[in-house]
């Protein structure tokens, strides 16, 4: 059957009185990226959330990979939580300060039961390969990367799931203007190769321009142009 990779239908989320996603609809297709754009309060993070159900949706429906996740118990959402990864802004909040990178990266494929130990120390260093970090990075910690290479390791730990949505929220506006272009182009390059969905949530303007095939403008917990 033909579906989009995530269809998402009326969407709210609310924090006690505050509706922080009113009505919200999108649809985003497996190698499209689609930008959720807007100012700051405007309800982007809590779509992003509600998407990977890390925060349960008070209405509408989430359906991914023509699955509808809303209904779904914890114990249902197990098996497909790999599939949908979150990339958050803060790299080095994403990863343990005490774990090794190479741990990082391996914790994914060992909660899977995908760990073998003849092909896991390899199967690490070809994902940080492919993220452009040298392997032998895989001895450090965090705080021994710079943002720029703790946001591709955070990224080849998403990997690491296998992953077909990534949820990228703000995935370059904590580093310096100088790595975020190599970041996005690896994004880009990623999704050419793995045919990854990408929900892209971004106040900039110039880079959605540049990075996103579609933008949803939001104000106010609204969608206001799809
Ligand atoms: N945990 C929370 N408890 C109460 N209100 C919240 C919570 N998280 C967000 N909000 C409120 O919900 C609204 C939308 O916030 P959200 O973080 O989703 O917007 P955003 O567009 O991602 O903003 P930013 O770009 O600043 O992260 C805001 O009014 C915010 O104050």
């Known amino acids: 059957m033909n579906h989009p990779l995530l269809d998402v239908r009326d969407l709210v989320v609310r924090y006690g009185p505050v509706t922080a996603v009113d009505e919200v ?6 190698g499209e990226t689609l930008a959720l754009n807007g ?5 982007k993070s809590s779509t992003a959330l509600a998407v990977l159900q ?3 949706p008070d209405g509408g429906q989430v359906r991914f990979e023509g699955r509808e996740l809303t209904t779904l118990t914890e114990r249902e959402l197990r098996p497909l939580r790999p599939r949908m990864q979150p990339v958050f802004q803060d790299p080095y909040g994403s990863l343990s300060p005490r774990h090794r990178i190479r741990d990082a990266v391996a914790e994914p494929l060992k909660v899977q039961g995908g760990w073998d130990r003849a092909d896991g120390p390899a199967r690490v260093a070809e ?4 993220v452009g970090l040298d392997p032998s990075y895989g001895d450090r910690r965090p705080h021994e990367l710079s943002g720029g290479q703790c946001q591709r390791a955070g990224i080849a730990r998403a990997l690491a799931s296998g992953p077909r949505l990534l949820v990228l929220d703000e995935p370059v506006s904590a580093l310096d203007a100088s790595v975020r272009a190599g970041v996005l182009n690896l994004l880009c390059d990623l999704q050419d190769e793995l045919g990854l969905g990408y929900l892209f949530i971004c106040h900039d303007r110039a880079v959605v321009r540049h990075f996103a095939d579609r933008v949803v403008e939001m104000r106010d917990g609204r969608a206001v142009r799809a």
């Open 39 to 43: 100012p700051s309060g405007c309800g």
């Open 127 to 130: 994902l940080l390969d492919r």
């Open 25 to 30: 609809s999108f649809t985003l297709d497996a």
């Open 54 to 56: 890390l925060r349960r």
